[in-house]
């Protein structure tokens, strides 16, 4: 597998998400948070978990199995480190989301926050919507464009120098699309923005109950995200 992903280390990533003047960690944070409250679900899964921003903000009483995905094997084991304790029902898979070859039971809560800039948009959501339980919900983070502002942010860590090649923002109508294509239905569509003046859409959809797609057998375990 060749990503530029793999060659970011976590702290660069951290670093560069939590700067004041791009300050998305906390924003990540803060909406999964509220999406948590929402929905409460028995069962989630966070793609692109990085090193698991956002998973303190669960509640193990409510949400009693956790599935984070990460393209890059260290963000996987920096979780695994943070969260095991806390959470003993955390799954941790490290691959590419758009393939097979990450494949989990399917959960009731699917958190995908600034993903798609990153992926092919069919493919990836067809692979979540085989991993979403009948009823479950899918939750998009899409970054928007800003006419006075840089896709990708500058910061002092170069590193991410190496993912602007593969950013490219995704039209909201093409994502909602796409996954009304595969049986899913919007059920919320709701704008954040930062003092930055970046702004977002967060896109939620719901899986039909009794959805014949999401029965398959999964595959068992590998160690990804964004």
């Known amino acids: 597998m060749s990503s530029p992903w793999l060659d970011v280390p976590l702290a660069d990533y951290e670093g560069h998400m939590s700067l004041p003047e791009i300050a998305q960690a906390q924003m990540i944070a803060d909406h999964f948070e509220a999406l948590l409250r929402e929905h409460a679900p028995p069962s989630l899964a966070?793609?692109?978990?990085?090193?698991?921003?956002?998973?303190?903000?669960?509640?193990?009483?409510?949400?009693?199995?956790v599935v984070g995905v990460d393209i890059n094997p260290a963000y996987i084991a920096a979780t695994r480190s943070r969260h095991a304790e806390r959470l003993p029902g955390l799954e941790l898979y490290s691959g590419d989301i758009q393939y097979p070859a990450v494949s989990f039971d399917?959960?009731?809560?699917?958190?995908?926050?600034?993903?798609?800039?990153?992926?092919?948009?069919?493919?990836?959501?067809?692979?979540?919507?085989?991993?979403?339980?009948?009823?479950?919900?899918?939750?998009l983070l899409l970054q928007l464009p800003c006419p006075d502002l840089a896709p990708f942010s500058p910061s002092p860590f170069s590193s991410l120098e190496l993912l602007m090649p593969s950013h490219r923002l995704k039209s909201p109508a093409e994502v909602q699309a796409a996954a009304e294509s595969l049986g899913l239905r919007l059920i919320s569509s709701d704008r954040l923005a930062l003092p930055s003046s970046k702004h977002f859409l967060s896109l939620s959809f719901r899986q039909p109950a009794g959805s014949p797609r999401s029965h398959r057998p999964a595959a068992r375990k590998s160690s990804r995200g964004v």
């Open 46 to 65: 966070f793609i692109g978990c990085a090193g698991g921003n956002g998973f303190d903000r669960i509640d193990p009483a409510v949400t009693t199995r």
């Open 106 to 139: 399917p959960v009731d809560f699917i958190y995908a926050a600034l993903v798609l800039e990153y992926c092919q948009v069919a493919q990836t959501l067809g692979r979540l919507t085989l991993q979403l339980a009948p009823g479950g919900v899918l939750s």
